[in-house]
């Protein structure tokens, strides 16, 4: 999802930055008309284009919005050994448990999901205040204290 994610966003940002400049011109031109115009008309013709640009603007949501569904292809009962291990993660007085699952068969654990984010980690980091556990492009350096995207979003 991700990448459809970033493509869909780039294309929004670009959109959003045309209809601006247009507007931007169509506003500047609106100003200084050539001919002499009331300065009434003038603040009308503003008043217009700006509510036409904000509406356009707003319309840009939904436009790209991304719908995600999901349905079962088929649905297999399987009874497999895994190993699950609990973690016990501490920083100052928090403390929380983190558990990772090793399936039959793989050679790697199962990558725990970041809380900031839908992507999962290898190398998760936590966060200072309430221990979400963060991924490396959430957490980019491990240097100084991270901005948590979990906390973000839930004040
Ligand atoms: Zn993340
Ligand atoms: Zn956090």
Redesign the pocket.
């Known amino acids: 999802m991700a990448e459809i994610r970033d493509s869909v966003a780039r294309r929004l940002t670009r959109d959003h930055a045309r209809i601006v400049e247009y507007f931007a011109a169509l506003i500047a031109e609106a100003r200084t008309p050539r001919r002499t115009t009331a300065p009434e008309a003038i603040v009308a013709k503003l008043g217009q284009l700006v509510a036409e640009r904000d509406a356009k603007v707003s319309d840009l949501a939904t436009r790209y919005a991304v719908r995600v569904s999901l349905a079962p292809a088929a649905v297999v009962c399987a009874t497999a050994r895994t190993v699950n291990l609990t973690f016990r993660l501490r920083r100052r007085k928090a403390a929380r448990d983190l558990v990772v699952r090793l399936p039959a068969g793989a050679r790697s654990l199962d990558r725990p999901a970041c809380?900031g984010c839908p992507a999962t980690t290898a190398r998760p980091a936590l966060?200072d205040?309430?221990l979400?556990l963060l991924c490396e492009q959430c957490v980019p350096s491990a240097q100084g204290r991270p901005r948590?995207p979990?906390?973000a979003q839930s004040r």
């Open positions: 809380d966060c205040d309430r979400h948590c979990a906390c």
